[in-house]
């Protein structure tokens, strides 16, 4: 099986095997996915920022991850499908942020094929990718990666290139702890998103997203929000030229970290936000190694007076940030401009190597800086250090020798701008890694 891989955050596309390679028996009835993965990473002053601290905060580490899923369809219209997940964090200083040794990674059954009754519905722990993942996103680059608890009906007519899902989801909080990861229950997530191919040249998606999250267990205060957005996107038949562009409001209300919605005791702040992005790429199909450029402009409102009750930081959801604002993770779509730009070539059909180029601004300087996690590094709240974050430069290699095995090897530089200079250490960072992936 293929699938068409985002290996970069301006859509660009490498055809690899799909993330499981999938094994079919009992004609066809039942089936078996497997995967491993090993990479080393070795990442410096990735969190001070400051050359001083030595060892602290350089370090060479080795991230594993195993996976072996079992799938089941009696009949077309009922599918089963569970997969376990082993993921290791080897020789880390860290306190084992990408670990969590074997678990449930999903478990979901489902109802409809598509195919006679255009309602198909997935129930249990299960992944939600949508659009890029700029919002709602799998995380693979993660060892561990993100799945929810839920439930989830597509409505998908036969006769219409497209379809509407409706979802109602927990994300389930890793813990390396327990054999069964738990769900974060109040913690409440629903959206409607669909996606129409029924244009010639383009894609168009549009979504309803709210947000109910009444405790500080997972990721931040309490917050009740609204999101509504809009996807467009080129098809393939518009090259050599494809773009994408993304828009997406937030309104609602947010509290204090440890707040309870409805405590008359804690301060609501009115929640406005917006975020956008949109980009275009021609690649020189002519050429050999066809040469691709491409630019892209990503922004995310911030809060321009934190003291004043209200919120303006746009609120990033589950996104999969790994693959747009620089492969260091340093940033997320929250209070930010991102200017980007990218040059990949592919001097072999197994091979492609790509540099991307980023400048980074906070939107409003009074706010934070946010790593892709969502949390906070650096603030001024005074605003005097101004707005200029830094530029990263990204260099990139892919190596797919065979349908079930790929290489991914890369190296990142931080070049430290003058808020970093002016709220700490200002020291620029580095990040090198080298990746393999078995699909059995």
């Known amino acids: 099986m293929k699938r068409i891989l985002c290996v970069a955050p301006m859509m660009i596309t490498v055809a690899v095997p799909h993330a499981s390679a999938q094994w079919e028996f009992a004609n066809g009835k039942m089936w078996l996915t497997s995967e491993a993965r090993a990479r080393v990473e070795w990442r410096a ?23 072996f899923g079992l799938g089941a369809k009696p009949v077309d219209w ?46 249990g722990r299960q992944l939600l990718s949508y659009g890029e993942e700029r919002l709602i996103g799998t995380f693979d680059w993660n060892n561990v990666g993100r799945r929810f608890d839920a439930i989830k009906l597509r409505w998908q007519p036969a006769e219409y290139p497209g379809w509407v899902d409706f979802f109602a989801a927990n994300v389930v909080v890793n813990d390396d702890n327990h054999f069964d990861d738990k769900a974060d229950w109040a913690d409440d997530f629903f959206g409607l998103y669909g996606r129409s191919e029924h244009l010639d040249k383009h894609v168009v998606e549009a979504y309803a997203l709210f947000r109910d999250k009444d405790d500080a267990v997972f990721a931040g205060a309490a917050r009740q929000i609204y999101t509504l957005g809009a996807r467009f996107e080129s098809k393939p038949v518009l090259k050599p030229w494809d773009y994408w562009i993304e828009l997406a409001g937030q309104f609602g209300h947010v509290q204090s970290p ?13 929640h406005a936000a917006f975020a956008s992005t949109i980009g275009a790429g021609y690649t020189f199909t002519n050429v050999v190694w066809q040469p691709r450029v491409a630019l892209e402009y990503a922004f995310a409102s911030g809060d321009d007076d934190p003291g004043d009750g209200d919120s303006g930081t746009f609120d990033n959801l589950y996104p999969t940030n790994h693959k747009f604002y620089g492969f260091m993770d340093l940033f997320a779509w929250k209070n930010i401009h991102n200017a980007h730009a990218l040059l990949s070539v592919q001097p072999h059909r197994q091979v492609k190597v790509q540099l991307d180029g980023h400048l980074f601004w906070l939107a409003e300087k009074q706010d934070a800086w946010y790593r892709a996690g969502g949390g906070a590094i650096r603030r001024d709240s005074t605003g005097a250090a101004g707005r200029f974050v830094g530029s990263e430069i990204d260099l990139t290699v892919w190596y797919n020798p065979h349908k079930r095995l790929s290489f ?20 620029d960072a580095d990040f090198f890694y080298i990746q393999t992936t078995l699909r059995l």
């Open 408 to 427: 991914l090897a890369g190296y990142s530089h931080f070049f430290s701008g003058s808020f970093v200079e002016d709220t700490g250490a200002g020291d």
């Open 258 to 270: 440890g707040g309870q919605f409805g405590e008359t005791n804690r301060a609501w702040a009115t």
């Open 78 to 123: 009922f599918h089963l499908y569970g997969e376990l997940q082993d993921s290791r964090e080897i020789d880390s200083r860290r306190t084992n942020l990408e670990e969590d040794t074997l678990d449930w990674r999903v478990g979901w059954f489902r109802l409809g094929d598509g195919q006679n009754v255009p309602l198909m519905l997935t129930v």
């Open 45 to 67: 002053q990735n969190t001070t920022f400051n050359n001083d601290t030595g060892a602290n905060d350089d370090d060479w580490f080795l991230l594993t991850r195993l996976r």
